[in-house]
T-cell receptor, first 115, second 114 residues
């Protein structure tokens, strides 16, 4: 079974430019997460989807970040315009239900460098 | 508020020696607990998880962890470390409701000396 797929793996852009990240979750996983991981830190949630619906986007900086999951499968996270402080790893995860609990599986991440 | 503390930022262990990585959490009820490992340039791989039942859980790669409610701890152990275990280890806590976000600690970097 394929894992969570993310692309690109690495991205270098100039500040004020737009950038987009793509995620394909594990087949059959209805819940999709985007996490931000700064250097030397653990991941922090940006947004969580249940199928097409964003059910938790309280930590997403909505002035410059946007996300979508149009058909309840793939998802795209966008930053426009990017700032120097956005340099980080952006992780996508998906989860399956096991009774009342779920286990999150992570993709390899996209490492963004803003110059 | 939920939080996870990993007191050790960096640990160095000799190959073949035993390992224990500490994790303490703050949570109002029984949490779901996880350990993930991240190798350089890679995503997070699940090592093991605790939802309920037996407080000693076995994971992949020879790792185990023990949930101690009285100490709010979920320490990760391995009896004999291999050089390939060098990586960053993250402890995480999730709420019992399925589909909620994980709260991660800041991680512990493990170095293995020969």
């Amino acid at each position: 079974e394929a894992g969570v797929v993310q692309s690109p793996r690495y991205k270098i852009i100039e500040k004020k430019q737009p950038v987009a990240f793509w995620c394909n979750p594990i087949s059959g996983h209805n819940t999709l997460y985007w996490y931000l991981q700064n250097l030397g830190q653990g991941p922090e949630l940006l947004i969580r989807y249940e199928n097409e619906e964003a059910v938790d986007d309280s930590q997403l900086p909505k002035d410059r970040f946007s996300a979508e999951r149009l058909k309840g499968v793939d998802s795209t996270l966008k930053i426009q315009p990017a700032e120097l402080g956005d340099s980080a790893v952006y992780l996508c995860a998906s989860s399956s239900r096991q009774g009342s609990a779920d286990t999150q599986y992570f993709g390899p991440g996209t490492r963004l460098t803003v110059l | 508020a939920q939080s996870v503390t990993q007191p050790d930022i960096h640990i160095t262990v000799s190959e073949g020696a035993s390992l224990e990585l500490r994790c303490n959490y703050s949570y109002g009820a029984t949490p779901y607990l996880f350990w993930y490992v991240q190798s350089p340039g890679q995503g997070l791989q699940l090592l093991l998880k605790y939802f309920s039942g037996d407080t000693l859980v076995q994971g992949i790669k020879g790792f185990e962890a023990e949930f101690k409610r009285s100490q709010s701890s979920f320490n990760l152990r391995k009896p004999s470390v291999h050089w390939s275990d060098a990586a960053e280890y993250f402890c995480a806590v999730g709420r019992p409701q399925a589909g909620t976000a994980l709260i991660f600690g800041k991680g512990t970097t493990l170095s293995v000396s020969s």
